[in-house]
């Protein structure tokens, strides 16, 4: 069965790795865009990785300058989240979410979620502990009105393969 430990990014600093480095835990899948008028929706974020990341909870955003919202650089982008939005959850290099270059683990969740292209910067997608994708998110869905999602998204305790 193909879930999201299927799949490898690469974060700003230029690792590259497999998401399987995050089995057991939640995930919070984001294409973001720094200059995007849904942009404060990284504060929400960064609350929810703030309150949760010790109990499971992986906040992940992919930039993505799909419609044209995004600053030039993989390090403007970063900084201006860090400075702007006081980011600390992972961020990657930028990606495509539609076309032909979408990334891999967008055509994953797409599929997953039984809906096609993304629409808009910050769709985000609510993965379960075994890397199976819980529920797609609009862009102008706010963290904050999902939270109990991810506090029961994190309930779930279930056993993953090692």
Not at 71 to 98: P, W
Not at 130 to 157: K, M
């Amino acid at each position: 069965m193909t879930s999201v430990y299927d799949f490898s990014i690469t974060s700003m600093e230029g690792e590259t790795f497999g998401l399987d480095r995050f089995r057991g835990k939640v995930l919070l899948i984001v294409n973001t865009a720094s200059k995007c008028g849904l942009a404060p929706q990284l504060k929400g974020l960064e609350d929810l990785h703030k309150k949760y990341a010790d109990k499971g909870l992986v906040v992940i955003g992919l930039p993505s300058n799909q419609f044209r919202q995004e600053l030039d650089s993989d390090e403007a982008a970063s900084e201006y989240c860090q400075v702007h939005y006081g980011v600390t959850f992972l961020m990657t290099k930028r990606i495509a979410v539609n076309g032909d270059e979408t990334d891999p683990l967008f055509n994953y969740l797409k599929e997953a979620s039984g809906h096609g292209r993304i629409k808009w910067n910050y769709t985000k997608f609510l993965v379960d502990r075994t890397g199976q994708l819980i529920h797609r998110y609009a862009p102008t869905t706010t963290p904050q009105s999902f939270e109990d999602a991810v506090v029961a998204a994190l309930a779930n305790q279930a056993v993953t393969e090692a």
